[in-house]
């Protein structure tokens, strides 16, 4: 019978990396501009994954700091794709809704960026900043953050900041395919 994949599998394959090669030199975290925010930093992401704890890799708030700069994987002396592995823990975290509790704002944050991207084909900043708002409420009941920033709309607004109706392409079809082709490929298959 044939063995199923494990999760650290999983992660290896949607990173094209061999999470095993890394000996924990550390330099990763050393070059890594969110390091001193991280609850776990790069390096320690690392081994979790290579001792199978995926689970508690994918519940760090660091997964969600991580602002995909590269710099990680660039410095690894073992060429271990880092912020590859980053990225498949943030992918499976959504596909298994335990991302931390204190990161769920940011992961309604990027689906509503993403979503608004596939709609439009460009950004509409008053239709993002609604489903945001409201799909975070929905998570986290507040009226202080349902309302918070908003009276900087004014201000933005007349400095051509924030446009009341925005643009879209002409061509959506084309920003739609370019998705579905991303989601319907076994790397990025769900994420978003
Ligand atoms: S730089 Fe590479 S080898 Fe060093 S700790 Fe980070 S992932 Fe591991
Ligand atoms: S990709 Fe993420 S983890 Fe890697 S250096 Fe940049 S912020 Fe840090």
Redesign the pocket.
Known sequence: MQKSPSMVDVIEELAHTQVHDCYQCGK?TA?????DRMDVI?SQIMRLVQMGRVDKAMKAESIWL????????TRCPKSVN??GV?DALRQLSVEQNVASPAQQRTVVFQKAFLDNIRRNGRLKELELVGFFKVGAFVKGPSLTFLFKDSLLAPKMLTRGKLHLIGERVKDRDVVRRIFDRCMSSPDTKDKG
Do not use: E, R, Y
Not at 31 to 35: N, Q, S, T, V
């Open positions: 990763c070059g890594c501009p969110m390091a790069p991580c602002v995909s700069c590269q710099t990680c994987s880092i912020a980053i």
